[in-house]
Every structure is written in structure tokens, then in C-alpha cells.
């Protein structure tokens, strides 16, 4: 049986990549015979078998530490796996190559024979972020790299990393189970009333920063007739300055504001719910990212209106009709405003986003991920 560890922030951490974690482990469970074990950000939950998941969940590091070797302690204790596979994130981990060097320290004592990292982000030279960039120099040093993007993958192959331990496995797709529920059991579930709505619901989901775009999709509401539609804004609040955003415009326009952290299981009622999803983010200079919401979006088959910035890249590569520049109100007021009045060919037009979505389903990018293990396993066997 194969046996991978993943490093990783993990629930109940209010993190995109703790959630992707979980997806993906999920899916796992279906896929394949895999034993799994969690090294995660040590919290308040207790080390415990994941009854969902049937992962076994340890306390292994702290967020921003430089010391993983609790890491070490954990894989002796279990007897050691095939793969030990890192979820990276820079904002999880540093910039420096501490968790690098623990993991090929459990190669080098045979408590792991593959390592593998998933990056969730990828900086460019122009980023200067020079940390960042010694780090990428490094996973040549790994047996393979993961990236979700095909920016991130030839951006990795320009710094030097070897081509061939590069893989670009697409982020997962959950198809949304909500779909069939009434519009008033949704609103029940998420403790709002039928009252509270008026025309259309245009929905802005994730955490909220500065760089999700909230002041550009507020300046371009104001352009749209408040009767049309209720804008809701869910999320943890990353910024306490956007409160001031969401106090004025308030005033102008129908809104309903989650202020709290929603699970995906909440997240996607509340996506069920919505008519129109809409991302207006502006990106981070010289960083590659994927959006989780953009796939939780897209399995749940609602129109999308976003920017084209890389986070979003599968939008613009699939629905670029749907798509606008970042920072420019104007442009998405129009975007909303042909949408309401072209609902129906705006769903018909999204056709293909959703047929990415299909083909993107988490338990097919499970299997790539077995697929995956088992093919650098082969190769050390043949050498």
C-alpha cells in the first residue's frame, strides 16, 4: 500500500491551503488504496484520524517557524512513507529553506524515498523578492514539483528548475452538491431571509484584502440600478480598512455582509445561492497563484466575471468574453450590467469554464496524484 505524508496547514486553520489539503485528501480516499498521514501546523485540535477523510492528523510545526524537526520525530514514529509531499506556501513556510532541508534530511535517514512539493506560489524575477527565488533554485534538489498553472510551470523551467521533475497538475474541482436545493432552504441554512433580497444576488466569497478588489467592484455597483441586484460579501476579514468600504457603499446600495470565516461546505450554499459570482482581483507583482474560489465557483456552474490577472488564468483562458482589466470599475459595470440583461447566454456562454470544471473534478486530479507517486517510485526502483 502507498504511503504519503503531506506537510501542510490543515482545518480547523483558517487557510486556502488548509482546505485544498483537505479536498485533496478526500478525494484520495476514493482513488486509491493510500494510507495518509497530516504533518500539520500544530493548533488546538488533538492528533486524531480525520473521520472524513480517514487521514491521520499530527501536530508537527509551528507557522513561520525555522525548526520542523518534530517533522523527523513523526515519520520515525510511524515507520517512515513513499512520498513526504510539502503543501508550500511561502506565507506557511518562509522564505527561507528550512523545510527543504528537513525534508531531504528525512530522505537521507530513510524516513521518506520521495519528496515532493506543491508550490501554491511562484515569484518572478521582477517580484524582488530574492529569498523567494534562492528558494525555487533549490527543488531541483526534490523529486518532483507541482504547479497548478502553465505560467507557474514554464516560469519555474526559466530559473533553472529540471523540466522533468516539473508536473502541472490543475487545482481541484468540487462539484457543487447544493445545486438542486431551493433558493429559501439556502437562505435558511445560511441564516438569511427571503426579505433581505432584491433582483439579482451578485456574490463576492473569500477572504477579504486589499487585493480581492472590493473598493473596485463598490465604485462599479454605483453605476447599476440598486433595485437590480443584493450584493453579498462573505468572508474573514483580512483588513479591517475594507469595513469602512463596505460602511459606505451600505448606504448606496442592497447589501448583506458574512462577516465570518465560512466553511466550504457554507461557501458553496452560498454559491449555490448566487447568480453571479464575481473576483475583481488585483495581483500581487511578479507572484503566480491559483484561485481556490475561481474552482469552487466554476463547480457550482455560475457565471463569473473577473480580471485578467494570472490568479485568475483559467477564466481568461476559458471565458475571456467574462473578463476584464484589473482596477477598472468602468469596464466591470458594464460586465454586470450585460450580464443581468443576457443572463441566459452569459450561462450558455460559460459552457467551456464548465467543461474545464468537469474535467477537473478532484477525484481525477487524485489520480494524477497517485499517478504521480507511483512514477517517481518506479523510477527510483529502475535506477
Known sequence: MLSVAYVSTYPPTHCGVAEYTRMLITALKSAANVTVHVLCDISDRKEVIDKETGAYVHNAFIKGSNNYDRILDILAEIGGVDVLHVQHEYGIFG???????????????????????????????????????????????????????????????????????VY????????????????ENLLAELSLSREEIKGYIITMPGFLRRDKGLDVLIDSLEHVDREKFTLIIAGELRDRKLLDVIEYASSKMNIIYLARYLTNEEMLKLIALSDIIVLPYRDKRGSYSISGILHLSMGS????????????????????????????????????????????????????????????????????HVSLYNNILKSEAST
Open 301 to 368: 456552474f455560475r457565471p463569473i466575471i473577473g480580471t485578467k490577472v494570472p490568479r485568475l488564468i483559467e477564466l481568461y483562458q476559458y471565458a475571456p468574453r467574462l473578463t476584464i482589466p484589473p482596477k477598472a470599475p468602468e469596464e466591470l459595470s458594464k460586465k454586470i450590467l450585460w450580464l443581468i440583461e443576457n443572463y441566459d447566454f452569459g450561462v450558455a456562454y460559460m459552457a467551456y469554464l464548465y467543461g474545464y470544471a468537469a474535467r477537473t473534478q478532484w477525484l481525477r486530479m487524485a489520480r494524477r
Open 95 to 165: 522564505y527561507t529553506d528550512a523545510i527543504l532541508g528537513t525534508c531531504l534530511k528525512a530522505k537521507e535517514e530513510g524516513l521518506a524515498r520521495k519528496i515532493a512539493f506543491t508550490m501554491h506560489t511562484v515569484y518572478h524575477p521582477l517580484s524582488g523578492n530574492d529569498k523567494a527565488l534562492k528558494f525555487q533554485e533549490k527543488l531541483n534538489s526534490t523529486d518532483a514539483v507541482i504547479v497548478h498553472s502553465f505560467l507557474k510551470e514554464f516560469e519555474l523551467q526559466h530559473q533553472g528548475v529540471n523540466p522533468r521533475i
Open 168 to 183: 502541472r497538475i490543475p487545482h481541484g474541482t468540487h462539484l457543487n452538491p447544493y445545486l438542486g436545493i431551493s433558493r
